[in-house]
């Protein structure tokens, strides 16, 4: 079993960046593919985007295409969100998820991933 703790939230105006991580213990980050996702105040939690376990496969939502990148390493247990020109609607609690089916192709789907960390708040500010 893995455990997953984001880090890296915060308030910042709108255009600004933030890049969050996510750090794993308990099992190596690399028998994962991995996710974030956000949940908005009153919304349901949504995808962000996915990384394959060796990072060679990346997905993102169409409203953060260009402005978001995903990464990770393996060798430091991380996975990383690097958020740039931040909008007011990027509000949101952004969680780290795990699925361990790493043999099969990127997930969108909440039900599909096994681990989730407790979340970092992201708010931006216009």
């Known amino acids: 079993q893995v455990q997953l703790v984001e880090s890296g939230g915060g308030l910042v105006q709108a255009g600004g960046s933030l890049r969050l991580s996510c750090a794993a213990s308990?099992?190596?980050?690399?028998?994962?593919?991995m996710g974030w996702f956000r949940q908005a105040p009153g919304k349901e939690r949504e995808f962000v985007a996915a990384?394959?376990?060796?990072?060679?496969?990346?997905y993102y939502v169409d409203s953060v295409k260009g402005r978001f990148t995903i990464s990770r390493d393996n060798a430091k247990n991380t996975v990383y969100l690097q958020m740039n020109s931040l909008k007011p609607e990027d509000t949101a609690v952004y969680y780290c998820?795990?699925?361990?089916?790493?043999?099969?192709?990127?997930?969108?789907?909440?039900?599909?991933?096994?681990?989730w960390g407790q979340g970092t708040q992201v708010t931006v500010s216009s």
């Open positions: 308990g099992r190596p980050l690399s028998s994962y593919n």
């Open positions: 998820a795990a699925d361990s089916r790493f043999y099969r192709t990127l997930r969108r789907e909440i039900d599909d991933y096994d681990y």
């Open positions: 990384i394959s376990w060796r990072g060679g496969l990346i």
